[in-house]
């Protein structure tokens, strides 16, 4: 059975469709979800993808977070359903309170976009699990307000339950508090994520392959669930 992967299209959305490719090259059926059908159309996971929802002129994911398929999504994801935010999708994710933390200003006030080093610190969660832990891997960041910032018992709370996914190493490129670059809720279904794994999927255009072991991790989640499920309930879901 083939699973499906929405990618879901906010006005000002650019790498929803970098997002879909990379969902077909894991293996998975890519289904286009319009930020104003709250309809999820039976998909297996979501990914809410890079780009500038609403134009950001309020503050980054706020005006996205109101949205009809937001409202879908929210629900879903509490209920299990893998949901991977990238970079604009993180944003919305914190501000609908799927993740916790903000993003802010890059703390240097530039733009920054350049192949980044990161190092993946959890691997117990549904986008991460076909890495290892401690992996370093390369994917392209851009972004100008990329600084992930929480108060100091969150950040402590996230180290302590083991719930940032990823960190910069070799240079931290906008300043987020303890090298955090991707996190993950207590679940393990939602991450956020601030560099662009879709854009490390092929030799072709990407600076390496790394970014691929998002999308083939949450097919080995669900392929997962899916055989639990038979197990347990003599059918699949």
Request: proline residues 4%.
């Amino acid at each position: 059975m083939t699973m499906r992967i929405g990618v879901v299209t906010f006005p000002g959305s650019l790498d929803d469709g970098d997002a879909a490719r990379a969902a077909r090259i894991a293996g998975a059926e890519s289904v286009r979800l319009w930020h104003g059908d709250a309809d999820l159309h039976g998909v297996d996971a979501v990914v809410l993808p890079g780009g500038f929802s609403y134009g950001d002129y309020l503050r980054c994911g706020a005006i996205a977070r109101f949205a009809p398929v937001m409202e879908s999504i929210i629900d879903a994801a509490r209920g299990g359903l893998p949901v991977l935010g990238i970079c604009n999708g993180f944003q919305v994710l914190c501000e609908a309170h799927l993740l916790p933390g903000a993003l802010t200003r890059n703390q240097h006030l530039h733009f920054r976009n350049r192949d980044q080093w990161l190092r993946v610190e959890a691997t117990n969660t549904a986008w991460t699990n076909r890495f290892t832990a401690g992996q370093e891997i390369l994917i392209p960041v851009k972004n100008g307000e990329g600084c992930f910032v929480a108060d100091q018992k969150t950040l402590d709370g996230l180290e302590a339950e083991g719930r940032v996914i990823a960190r910069y190493i070799r240079g931290n490129p906008n300043g987020s508090q303890r090298d955090i670059a991707g996190i993950t809720n207590e679940a393990g279904n939602v991450v956020g994520i601030m560099p662009h794994p879709e854009h490390a999927v092929e030799a072709l255009t990407g600076p390496s392959l790394d970014g691929l072991g998002f999308f083939t991790s949450v097919l080995q989640a669900l392929a997962g669930a899916s055989a639990d499920g038979q197990l347990a309930g003599g059918q699949q879901r």
